[in-house]
């Protein structure tokens, strides 16, 4: 059973399209983190969240952190091809634990 | 490049057999950490080091053992392997031994047990 569930598992769209993924828990955490990753590499930190309800901006990408510490939303705006890949949240606590991630594909 | 190191790429060993996973951490990064990740398990915690001591141990199983050593490299150790121990194996590093500034992950080594 995953600490984090992350919703949807799989997403396609077409470039310029919008987009919201989900990352979901009972448990509170410290900090909670997000990153990308590519087929054949490691996953690339994208940002750390703190403060409940932050919100943290990288370029397309907006991040949420849920007011309750428990969750958290990426929002991609105008997807471009290279956006494709694997994103995975990361809830930090004594340690780190991963959601199993939402598998993104960018149709140009 | 992210700076940290995983040798070998790719193994393919037999059931039964042992095989030992190298990860070198960033310069200057005290923490290691050792993560499997398989398609339907996802990206699994095993364990972490700081600085040669054990800090915290995740689902790593008795087969499995890891250490790091005084110039801070770490070596994952697997034995008796199975079927199901095939997967990407992944290590990452950090500064510090807390995880709310990040880790820096290897490019990983990925296991096929035939």
């Known amino acids: 059973t995953q600490l984090l569930k992350q919703s949807p598992q799989f997403l396609s769209i077409q470039e310029g399209e919008n987009l919201t993924v989900y990352c979901n828990s009972s448990?509170?955490?410290?900090?909670l983190q997000w990153y990308r990753q590519e087929p054949g590499e490691g996953p690339v930190l994208l940002v750390t969240?703190?403060?409940?309800?932050e919100v943290k901006k990288l370029k397309r990408l907006t991040f949420q952190f849920g007011d309750a510490r428990k969750d958290s939303s990426l929002h991609i705006t105008a997807a471009q091809p290279g956006d494709t890949g694997l994103y995975l949240c990361?809830?930090?606590?004594?340690?780190?634990?991963f959601g199993a991630g939402t598998r993104l594909t960018v149709k140009p | 490049d992210s700076g940290v190191t995983q040798t070998p790429k790719h193994l393919i060993t037999a059931t039964g057999q042992r095989v030992t996973l190298r990860c070198s951490p960033r310069?200057?990064?005290?923490?290691v950490y050792w993560y499997q990740q398989s398609l339907d398990q996802g990206l699994q915690f095993l364990i972490q080091?700081?600085?040669?001591?054990?800090?915290a141990k995740g689902n790593i199983l008795e087969r499995f053992s890891a250490q790091q050593f005084p110039d801070l490299h770490s070596e994952l150790n697997l034995s008796s392997l199975e079927l199901g121990d095939s997967a990407l194996y992944f290590c990452?590093?950090?500064?510090?031994?807390?995880?709310?500034?990040?880790?820096?992950f290897g490019s990983g080594t990925r296991l096929t047990v035939v």
């Open positions: 990452a590093s950090s500064a510090v031994a807390s995880a709310n500034y990040g880790y820096t």
């Open positions: 448990s509170v955490f410290s900090s």
């Open positions: 969240v703190v403060t409940g309800g």
């Open positions: 990361a809830g930090v606590n004594n340690d780190m634990r």
């Open positions: 310069s200057g990064d005290l923490s």
């Open positions: 080091y700081y600085n040669g001591e054990e800090r």
